[in-house]
């Protein structure tokens, strides 16, 4: 098989030194079976699709697909068509993802919902690989991306930002606009021990952290903080004096309560309040986390990555007027992060109220955009509200004497292989 799948490139004309294209297809756990006959077809369309072997070309790439299991199969072309010119699958990843989308509702299958670039992106094979090879706990992309969120979510503006990060032992560089020097137009983070083979730091631009960590979107956060008076001015919300970690929690519970009922009377169509309340609430979950869990994260921190999937718009639009209640949303998140960890009961109890309504608002985040047809976020927000109330509940559970073996795991979705970049 493998000889007659290569024929075409050792005849070609100028073959690439790289000529095979593969895709794994698979279907979600919820899906029933289908029939060799429909993977088949399903096979047939994405090839088509991708513009590789387009339906009716007797010269197209030749290509084969497998069934290796029940729920999905793998698609191996060459790159070389029958009569010897190469083909170059441009976009072929965005075109398969269309694809899947048209086949999912062809077939009544599970809807995946089409890509929306509101996920950050996941470590490389090579990242997972060499932070195996060094024994390290966690991929650094990972610990940066949290880090940067937890200061991004306790600072008042970038210059507070770059001194959390400093002060978190994160490298900062900043990047200068080439026409006016003096102007900063972006920033990178790297780890003191995480270096190329040649001794570099390996450095992550905010974008390649997560789509809302660059920072354009972050000065966009900080201005947010800033609240509308009836008059029509500017005002800061300033920070609420308490003496006891409890206190903070009590009134940012009280906070995310008012943000919740916000959410609750918002229509679909009121993009601005919606996306300022859930931004503006993502930081207060990513302080909670922090201060509850450390540095080192742990479920509650997931399920506050989670709930930042849910919460992030689109790249291409922009915020023009944040709700009203953001800034006093913002001020709790640089309240939090002022307290530090949690250190008795009083402050876990407040804690997991706080964390209890922020289920509420990732409960009416996902109807909004269900609403909105932005189903990867919607998901995201279900399975945020799930995890929340599974933390607090366990914990709950846990300070009342009786330990529960371990926090359920981290609720996750099955889609097709070809919808996974999303």
Known sequence: ?????????????????????????????TDRILSDSQWAHIAAEMVAAVGIAPHGDPD???????????????????????????????NERLKAQTAARDLEQRYGLHQVGPVDRTSHRRPTAAEQNKTRRQGRP???RDRLRREVRAAAAAATDENDFTNRLQAAGVLVRLRHSTIRPDEVTGYAVGLPDHRTSSGDTVWYGGGRLAPDLTL???????????????SGSMRHPGRPQVQHRANAFRQATAAVGA??????????????????????????????????????GGPLTE???????????????????????????????????????????DD??????????????ADNLATLREAQERLHQAQAAHHAAERLRSIAAYASVDRAGV??????????????RAARSQ
């Open 403 to 416: 330990r529960p073996a371990a926090v359920p795991p981290q609720p996750k979705s099955g889609t097709s």
């Open 259 to 296: 943000g919740a009922r916000h959410l609750g009377e918002a229509r679909p169509t009121d993009e601005d309040d919606i996306a300022s309340l859930a931004e503006a609430a993502a930081d207060v979950l990513a302080a909670t986390a922090r201060a509850s869990e450390g540095r080192h």
């Open 60 to 90: 197209a790439v030749r290509w084969v697909a497998v069934r290796h299991a029940h729920d999905h199969i793998h698609i191996v072309a060459t790159l070389v068509r029958q009569d010897g010119d190469t083909v170059w699958a441009w």
């Open 303 to 345: 399920a506050s990555e989670t709930f930042d999937r849910a919460a992030r718009e689109p790249h291409q639009r922009r915020l023009r007027r944040p709700h009203l209640a953001v800034g006093q949303l913002r001020s709790m998140a640089r309240l939090i992060s002022a307290v530090g960890r949690l250190s008795r009961a």
């Open 216 to 230: 354009p979107k972050l000065r966009r956060r900080w201005d947010s903080a800033l609240t509308t008076t009836p």
């Open 1 to 29: 098989m493998a000889r007659l799948l290569e024929q075409p490139v050792r005849a070609g004309k100028n073959p690439p030194q790289k000529f095979v294209w593969h895709a794994s297809v698979r279907n979600h756990i």
């Open 138 to 140: 966690e991929i650094p």
């Open 348 to 361: 876990t109890t407040a804690a997991l109220q706080l964390v209890l309504r922020m289920s509420m608002i």
